[in-house]
């Protein structure tokens, strides 16, 4: 498989670590050390029974390293489900290129949805008029809302997953969220494979 060498690659070229105070944080509710934790739990954005690699974590290596998101590697046009109910308030669907060059960003398809609570979740890389569903939708926690793709920076298909809220000084700050998995309930960690609980949809 070209995915392992490429995973060596980035482990050894990103020695540095994240200074991000949230890192600290991160690495105790990883570990399950954080007892009274009481934060929304989220679904997996994709389908039922299905499972995909978490390849990159909450500040992991290579481009995660000051970034509360996960990255699922999956294949273009798998199916995205909604990790939390909430309006969609933005959907870019026209990007067409993706690459690992900074001057890609740009054409990264992408779904934000709002959540109840003011916090949102963004969907990242997605497929050339891969939404289906629009600015102003209702959507409900596990509802199919986009195709996953390979466009924007990106070295290989996968879904970028990232939560934001405001913190004390109304800041928008990433925050990293608790999953419900056959695993468990608990924070995802890099390199890991894990399913949607639930029985998978015959095509
Ligand atoms: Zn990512």
Not at 26 to 49: A, C, H, N, Q, T
Not at 82 to 108: F, H, L, N
Not at 155 to 177: A, N
Request: glycine share 10%; net charge positive.
């Amino acid at each position: 498989m070209r995915f392992i060498p490429l995973i060596l690659l980035f482990v050894v070229t990103s020695c540095a670590v994240s200074r991000n105070p949230l890192r600290q944080e991160v690495r105790l509710l990883e570990r399950g050390l954080v007892k009274d934790d009481s934060s929304y739990i989220y679904d997996l954005p994709f389908e039922k029974g299905k499972a995909y690699y978490c390849v990159q974590g909450y500040f992991s290596m290579f481009t995660h390293r000051e970034r509360a998101a996960l990255d699922f590697k999956m294949r273009q046009g798998s199916s995205i489900c909604a990790a939390r109910e909430g309006v969609v308030i933005r959907v870019k669907e026209d990007g067409t290129r993706g690459g690992m060059r900074s001057r890609y960003r740009k054409d990264g398809n992408n779904i934000v949805i709002e959540h109840p609570d003011g916090s949102r979740a963004g969907y990242w890389h997605l497929q050339t008029d891969g939404a289906l569903v629009n600015v102003g939708d209702t959507v409900k926690k596990g509802q199919p809302i986009a195709l996953s793709g390979n466009t924007g920076m990106t070295s290989f298909p996968h879904l970028h997953f990232i939560v934001w809220d405001y913190d004390r000084s109304r800041k928008w700050q990433q925050v990293p969220t608790r999953f419900e998995t056959t695993r468990g309930i608990g924070y995802l960690t890099a390199i890991r494979k894990y399913r949607k609980p639930g029985k998978e949809k015959k095509k």
